[in-house]
């Protein structure tokens, strides 16, 4: 009687469900995209071609994912981005800036056609800062209000609180802020006082956790 041979397809079946066992699966990549280092901070310039600037909140940049950048104080005059040439190159304003370095705290660009030109930044994190600014257009019920937000949150809830006392008591909504913007506001308050009465007024700025209050002003 003859016996079959099965130990070798068994044998193989074993080895090829061993391999499927202990074969590494395919590991997730947790590191942020180029663009979401750029759009995740602010960026203070801390060289400019080989000269220090350590201007701080002077000359910041900000990225913005619908293609646009914040620069205050319009330093270098940057107002739009795009990645290419598989994040490698950094365009602003229709010229390329090749990315030298990019981390969570460091980015470094050089201009390759000016003389190699390296403009360096640093990020800088900057919790929400809110400015009343103060009113225009003083009417017996009316008044024009000015504020300024710069923020790094999602989102915030900008409003305006108003009233005879420091306590406010009044409250108007303005607009959300999204993430990575500087915004100045100017909002027409028609009818919304007594005539002969003086009113507190500042801006706020509401994250959904903590709530950040400009200055408190009177008129």
Sequence with gaps: MKIKQ???PSLLISLATAALIFMPGCERNDEPSR????????????????TATNCEESCILGFHRDGTCTEEEYYNGFYSW????????????????????????????KKDW???????????????VVKTLGVSDITQTSTKFYGNIKSDQATVAAKIEYGTTI????????RN????NSIFIAVEMKDFFEP????HYRLTAADGKETFYGQDLTF
């Design 114 to 128: 000016l003389l190699g030109c390296t403009y360096t930044y640093k990020s800088l994190s900057i919790t929400p």
């Design 196 to 199: 002969g009465t003086t009113y």
């Design 6 to 8: 099965c130990f070798y």
């Design 35 to 50: 663009m979401e280092l750029l759009t995740s901070t602010w960026w203070s310039m801390t060289d400019y071609c080989g």
């Design 82 to 109: 795009k990645l290419k040439n598989d994040d490698q190159i950094l365009e602003l304003n229709q010229e390329d800036y090749k990315i030298l370095v990019l981390t969570e705290s460091v980015l470094k660009i």
């Design 177 to 180: 802020v999204s993430g990575m």
């Design 167 to 174: 306590s406010y008591g009044s409250m108007v909504f303005v």
